[in-house]
């Protein structure tokens, strides 16, 4: 219901990414109804790893990532995995995931991911500071790990994080142990970054700011998004169609499906990622902990110890394997000097990423129709880039500079 004498604005997903849209559209002056076929938080949002990736500079495709990945999907413990089933539909954006490979390609995605992570914590501090949610964000530090002897990959991977003046130090031996006890042993060195930042618990976050929305006066429909209209600013729902000045899709992994209903066909894969919450084990670590090695993530939350990993091509239809969750118990007993909690009842989860190529978001307006805009297709770092895209999409609406170019983002940049 569009309200008189001011702008009006309907964003399309209530995840973590259209939430904090909503509020940062809201703190703008639109009168905004954010839309859902779920409640909110519940999409990828609900089971991340909980803390800012903003070291995250590359990209998924890249010559190194190319040439490792059929060892790794080979290990039936390895972090890629394709199911048979789904080798048909998966070819056309494999091959266009090959072809961003390209130097040229990586360096503009590297680019524009750093242009979005070196603004991200800012951006999440403005948009709690003052709050009740305040406390849930918290500079803990991140370490990254390996069990081999050999010092080269740390040290290659410090210089190239110097380049985004990203600051770590290497830690080894009884100095990885002595800063983090939580670890096993078999840890022989580690990356620490001093500078990363974590939120307690990403659905409680999310649920959080989805509440202080409702306060502010957003209304919120949880209802299939059918079709979209974006010349006359409207959305078909099951229950209704709905009418604002602006549209803005947000809808994560189901974005394209509804972009392709105004000509702009975006090549988005829907990346299956798992999870598992040890609900005893939430102060096993101090800080989060990735395995270079492993490729999987293990932080410390306010719900217990969150274990994520996986890079799985499945499309959004297909049940999760049980076989990931049996991998990453696996993975956790190896790095955890207490193992106990892996005995305990815990908690399992598969959510869907939404990947793009280049490993780049959409973020923008569409070329033909004005009044919708576009934020999603964020792959691994929806959390750490949501409150600065609300920022981008807000000041573009209003009108206002945002200080990031969006050419990068664009969404017929396909």
């Known amino acids: 219901?569009?309200?008189?004498?001011?702008?009006?604005?309907?964003?399309?997903?209530?995840?973590?990414?259209?939430?904090?849209?909503?509020?940062?559209?809201?703190?703008?002056?639109?009168?905004?109804?954010?839309?859902?076929?779920?409640?909110?938080?519940?999409?990828?949002?609900?089971g991340n790893a909980g803390f800012l990736a903003t070291e995250l500079n590359d990209p998924l495709s890249t010559p190194e990532n190319l040439k490792n990945a059929p060892r790794l999907w080979l290990d039936p413990h390895g972090p890629v995995a394709l199911p048979p089933s789904y080798w048909h539909r998966s070819l056309p954006w494999l091959m266009r995931f090959m072809k961003a490979a390209k130097p040229e390609q990586v360096e503009r995605s590297q680019q524009g991911l750093?242009?979005?992570?070196?603004?991200?914590?800012?951006?999440?501090r403005r948009l709690i500071e003052g709050t009740e949610l305040h406390s849930m964000l918290r500079a803990a530090g991140y370490l990254l790990v390996w069990e081999s002897n050999d010092l080269t990959a740390a040290k290659q991977h410090a210089e190239q994080l110097e380049h985004w003046q990203i600051e770590t130090r290497l830690l080894q031996g009884d100095a990885v142990q002595a800063h983090e006890?939580?670890?096993?042993?078999?840890?022989?060195?580690?990356?620490?970054?001093?500078?990363?930042?974590?939120?307690?618990?990403?659905?409680?976050?999310?649920?959080?700011?989805?509440?202080?929305?409702?306060?502010?006066?957003?209304?919120?429909?949880?209802?299939?998004?059918?079709?979209?209209?974006?010349?006359?600013?409207?959305?078909?729902?099951a229950t209704g169609t709905l009418e604002a000045d602006h549209l803005v899709l947000c809808a994560g992994a189901w974005?394209?499906?509804?972009?392709?209903?105004?000509?702009?066909?975006?090549?988005?894969?829907?990346?299956?990622?798992?999870?598992?919450?040890?609900?005893?084990?939430g102060e096993a670590l101090r800080q989060?902990?990735?395995?270079?090695?492993?490729?999987?993530?293990?932080?410390?939350m306010s719900c217990g110890l969150r274990i994520v990993g996986f890079t799985e091509l499945g499309g959004l239809n297909k049940a999760p394997l049980p076989q990931r969750f049996d991998s990453l118990h696996h993975h956790t007993g190896a790095l955890l000097r207490d193992t106990s909690p892996l005995e305990s009842p815990h908690e399992t989860w598969m959510g869907h990423r939404p990947t793009l190529p280049d490993s780049l978001p959409v973020i923008g307006r569409h070329p033909a129709y004005p009044r919708l805009f576009a934020a999603f297709g964020h792959q691994h770092l929806g959390l750490t880039q949501a409150a600065i895209t609300a920022e981008v999409v807000a000041a573009n609406l209003s009108g206002e500079s945002c200080g990031i170019a969006l050419d990068p983002y664009r969404m017929e940049r396909f």
């Open 1 to 46: 219901m569009k309200e008189y004498g001011r702008q009006s604005a309907i964003v399309i997903g209530a995840g973590v990414v259209g939430v904090t849209t909503a509020l940062a559209l809201q703190d703008k002056g639109f009168a905004v109804t954010l839309l859902d076929r779920q409640p909110p938080g519940e999409g990828a949002s609900f």
């Open 114 to 124: 750093n242009a979005l992570n070196r603004a991200a914590v800012g951006a999440w």
């Open 181 to 237: 006890p939580g670890l096993s042993s078999a840890v022989h060195h580690a990356l620490l970054f001093p500078d990363s930042w974590q939120v307690s618990d990403p659905y409680e976050l999310v649920m959080g700011l989805f509440q202080r929305f409702c306060r502010q006066g957003g209304v919120f429909t949880q209802a299939s998004v059918q079709r979209i209209d974006p010349a006359a600013g409207t959305v078909v729902t």
């Open 255 to 281: 974005s394209h499906k509804l972009l392709a209903q105004t000509g702009i066909h975006i090549p988005l894969e829907a990346e299956r990622g798992y999870h598992l919450t040890l609900p005893n084990a």
């Open 288 to 300: 989060p902990v990735g395995s270079a090695e492993r490729r999987f993530v293990m932080t410390p």
